[in-house]
């Protein structure tokens, strides 16, 4: 009787040792891989600023996934007659590229598109051209794509009652953070970022209402370009110049009579 009883407790010993190790047992990990196909994309091997000329060597290309790929995205043709690259060459960047990024065909301006100036300004913008000098341009600093204040230096007739009147010369800005489009006929920054020769125009991008005003002001008086850091230059132009508001007329004043005496009380407009 006792034998059989310890070779029973044996029996579910060795059961539930063999359970144990089963369930301690590392599970099985299947490894998946997907092969993912890739297309070639043009892309620029170094940052390209706006205006820049593009030249064979600012080209590259880069695998990307196929299933990512979109019609905009330049692609090698091989019906194409002339490669694509050919199609690039000396066409002007509309936009700064970045190395990696996938290019589109809409951030270059080709021949046979509209006038590179043109393809520049901002939608609603203009280009309007001043004279500058050495003296008026930062010393030559200003490059394209700068920004920069616009002051008018003028001569002001001050009235001096009986002794007659003289002139005195006032500067005041007109215009803040205005975009440079072009110095002479370069619209691109130096590739070496150092100052480039000076010019004798600067091209500048403004609304309409305010390229009016720069035209007057070139008559009125001198104009001076002031460079902004980077810091505090941001992508819009706003004017010091107050809008003039054709909806206030000048409306002839009242007369009212209080007491039998006549009294002139101007009248405002809303």
């Given amino acids: 009787m006792i034998a059989a009883l310890v070779i029973l407790m044996a029996i579910v010993f060795i059961t ?4 144990n190790s089963g369930t301690d047992a590392e599970p099985m990990v299947e490894t998946i891989v997907e092969e993912v196909d890739y297309t070639p994309v043009l892309t620029v091997s170094e940052p390209l600023s706006r205006g820049h000329r593009v030249s064979e060597g600012d080209l590259s290309w880069i695998d990307w996934p ?41 951030r270059f301006i080709r021949a046979g598109d509209a006038g590179i100036m043109a393809a520049l300004l901002k939608p ?84 309409p209402r305010d390229a009016e005003r720069i035209t007057v002001a070139q008559v009125r008086g001198d104009l001076s370009l002031v460079l902004r850091g980077f810091a505090g230059a941001t992508m819009y132009a706003p004017s010091h110049a107050t809008e003039p508001d054709d909806a206030k007329k000048q409306i002839p004043p009242v007369t009212i009579y209080r007491s039998g005496e006549a009294q002139s009380v101007p009248v405002r407009g809303r």
Wanted: charged share 20%.
């Fill in 16 to 19: 539930l040792r063999g359970m």
């Fill in 124 to 207: 609603g913008m203009r280009a309007v051209t001043v004279r500058i000098s050495v003296d008026t341009a930062a010393g030559g600093f200003i490059q394209p794509g700068d920004k920069v204040d616009v002051i008018l230096q003028e001569a002001v007739e001050t009235t001096l009652g009986d002794f007659g009147s003289e002139a005195e010369l006032v500067a005041s800005t007109i215009f803040n953070n205005v975009t440079v489009l072009a110095i002479d006929q370069s619209f691109s920054a130096d590739p070496s970022g150092s100052a480039a020769l000076p010019g004798s125009t600067a091209t500048l991008e403004l609304s």
């Fill in 66 to 106: 196929t299933e990512a790929l979109t019609p905009a995205l330049i692609v090698e043709d091989p019906e194409a007659e002339t490669p694509i690259v050919e199609t690039l060459i000396n066409a002007v960047v509309r936009e700064p590229l970045t190395p990696g990024e996938p290019l589109v065909l809409s």
